[in-house]
């Protein structure tokens, strides 16, 4: 049996069946027979690597995809992937906790994020998509503005308005 990189973006079921293959590869290698046991962890190691690649660069965002594939990284002797999926496992986690407190800043990195999103849709000449994630940040910056008039930054978020508002002004109204 050989293991394949899968054709489709993974999700957590294709990614922990991945893990699964992996696993039993592993287990058959510590039955093979002697002569076997020279190039079968070589090729369990080259499939977890193929996979962690995969999985890492489909899912950079996953926290538990970055921390198996540190894993299998630092396994099969590549100290330097490892090293950088630790460190973004740990980035993520970071991030993760900050999102999951409520607070103003917090929940403008939520808002911010989306209009990155709105941003790449807009390059990608996606307008319709783009012009409604827009509208959905303008109306959680005016949201985030009336929750928390005092909050520090707010001059951030009125020039983001102020922007947006331009932006999705019809072009007849625009300047």
């Known amino acids: ?3 394949q990189p899968a054709e489709v973006p993974l999700g957590p079921a294709e990614l922990m069946e991945g893990m699964v293959q992996v696993l039993d590869f592993f287990i058959v290698d510590l039955v093979v027979e002697e002569e076997e046991q020279r190039t079968q962890p070589l090729l369990v ?4 690597w193929e996979w962690a690649q995969r999985a890492a660069s489909e899912r950079p965002t996953d926290a538990e995809v970055l921390r198996m594939a540190a894993a299998i990284a630092d396994w099969v002797g ?3 992937d490892a090293e950088q999926w630790q460190r973004r496992f740990h980035e993520v986690q970071t991030r993760k906790e900050l999102l999951s407190q409520d607070s103003p800043a917090t929940e ?23 012009d409604q994630m827009f509208r959905k ?3 959680d910056l005016k949201r985030l503005k009336d929750n928390h008039p005092d909050w520090e930054s707010i001059s ?3 020039y983001r308005i102020r922007v947006l508002e ?9 300047p």
């Not at 190691?45 to 977890?48: F, I, K, S």
């Not at 331009?166 to 072009?171: I, R, T, Y």
């Open 156 to 158: 951030i978020v009125q």
């Open 1 to 3: 049996m050989e293991i």
């Open 137 to 139: 940040v303008l109306e």
């Open 78 to 80: 590549k100290p330097k």
């Open 166 to 174: 331009k932006k999705l002004a019809s072009p007849q109204q625009k």
């Open 45 to 48: 190691g080259l499939a977890a």
């Open 108 to 130: 403008y990195l939520r808002i911010f994020e989306t209009l990155q999103e709105a941003e790449k849709l807009e390059a990608l000449k996606k307008t319709s998509e783009s």
